[in-house]
């Protein structure tokens, strides 16, 4: 398909996981694809996929909590491209603990990550959608912005807040025809979902419970493909009067008490 022919975007976490999921399909539906990422090697080789189809796509690994080095490969991918139509928020990290033994510091770095790159990358990329009255800003969310596991405080006030900054976004950009929505993933096999060594959706306690017992209605952990086409949806010509929208693909978790 063909869904995003001429279009550029900017994937921030694009090295694994629903990052590179979503990297993979956006040059698959025509796009050019700027992938950002710490993780250089990996970076390189979803690059590598990407052309390897006949597709575009440049690799720049950068530390998000760098904001000079993140604002000078905006300009990179500008002066490359020319444009930015669609910015995918995606890089966040997870560390676990209770409010009992969480310390200040994880919390800063939490929100650096999965709050402060989201809002830098929109200050740095909204400015030229709204030139080109034009452009699309998707931020991934979770279902823990919802209903929390407990855990993970500093995850769940970054995803959460991410929910409401996007409200905001829509309605700041709307007159300029710039749209921005959210993606709040459920229970994902990722790199993220492994817990010292173990993939927490493979674990006896998971398997039986959200699968079995079917508190997850459709009985399996999600997959980074099942969210890719969320994302390709909101970028795509076929969204059109839907902005400040959080779409939930969890396999109808949310939906079970």
């Not at 900017?10 to 399909?25: D, H, M, N």
């Not at 720049?60 to 139509?85: F, K, N």
């Not at 419970?209 to 969210?227: F, H, M, Q, S, T």
């Amino acid at each position: 398909m063909s869904l995003l022919t001429g279009q550029t975007a900017i994937i921030t976490g694009a090295a694994q996981g629903l990052g590179r999921a979503v990297a993979l399909e956006f040059g698959g539906e025509g796009a050019a694809v700027a992938l950002l990422d710490r993780n250089a090697e990996s970076l390189q080789q979803v690059r590598n996929e990407i052309e390897a189809k006949g597709r575009l796509a440049r690799a720049y690994p950068l530390d998000l909590t760098d904001h000079a080095a993140y604002a000078r490969t905006v300009d990179e991918i500008l002066a490359w491209r020319g444009a930015i139509d669609i910015l995918v928020n995606n890089a966040a990290i997870v560390t676990f603990g209770s409010i009992l033994d969480d310390t200040l510091e994880n919390w800063r770095r939490t929100l650096a990550v999965n709050l402060e790159a989201v809002y830098l990358g929109c200050k740095l990329v909204a400015p030229h959608m709204v030139r080109r009255q034009s452009g699309r800003i998707i931020s991934i969310a979770s279902i823990e912005a919802l209903a929390a596991s407990g855990g993970v405080g500093p995850y769940n006030a970054a995803k959460g807040a991410i929910v409401s900054y996007t409200k905001s976004l829509a309605v700041e950009l709307a007159p300029h025809n710039v749209l921005a929505n959210a993606v709040a993933p459920g229970y994902m096999r990722t790199p993220m979902s492994i817990i010292d060594g173990v993939d927490e959706t493979t674990r006896p306690d998971f398997v039986e419970w959200y699968i079995n017992k079917g508190k997850i209605p459709l009985r399996r952990a999600g997959l980074p493909e099942d969210v890719a086409g969320t994302v390709i949806f909101l970028a795509s010509g076929y969204c059109r009067y839907m902005t400040g929208q959080t779409l939930v693909v969890d396999g109808g978790l949310t939906s079970t008490f």
